[in-house]
């Protein structure tokens, strides 16, 4: 699947979130993925909360193992695991590079990393598993 096609998945089965998110691009080894920053998106304090960033790289490697595999909406997240390393700077989309490190017949496996758009360092890493619903 290219971008317009992650897009209008998006919007077709995900109506409810796709508006905060953007793919930017299918790359050899996944997607790069922007979170639109919303009010909705700080905590107290004005920075992008935990859980926008954990929804920003859940919905990167999931885009990233559709535009492998195709639409297929009941793949899910098994595990993931997320380091916050840096505040987010403020007022600035956060942008998450998606990594597929092992696409299998059941799992897939990979990473994505999270900048605040501009910037060189990143903000979060996560590691994620998902699993692939048999016929996929």
Request: glycine letters at 8%; proline letters at 5%; aromatic letters at 6%.
């Amino acid at each position: 699947m290219d971008c317009a096609a992650l897009t209008e998945f998006l919007q077709r089965e995900f109506a409810q979130v796709a508006d905060d998110f953007e793919v930017l691009a299918v790359t050899a080894t996944g997607v790069d993925i922007r979170l639109r920053v919303a009010g909705r998106h700080l905590r107290p304090g004005g920075t992008v909360s935990g859980p926008a960033m954990f929804a920003l790289a859940d919905v990167a490697l999931y885009l990233a193992i559709l535009s492998r595999i195709g639409p297929v909406a009941l793949a899910v997240t098994t595990n993931c695991a997320i380091d916050f390393m840096r505040r987010p700077a403020a007022g600035r989309d956060l942008i998450a590079e998606a990594r597929l490190l092992k696409l299998g017949r059941v799992l897939a496996v990979g990473d994505a990393l999270i900048r605040s758009e501009g910037e060189d360092a990143p903000v979060a890493r996560a590691g994620l598993t998902y699993s692939i619903p048999p016929g996929a």
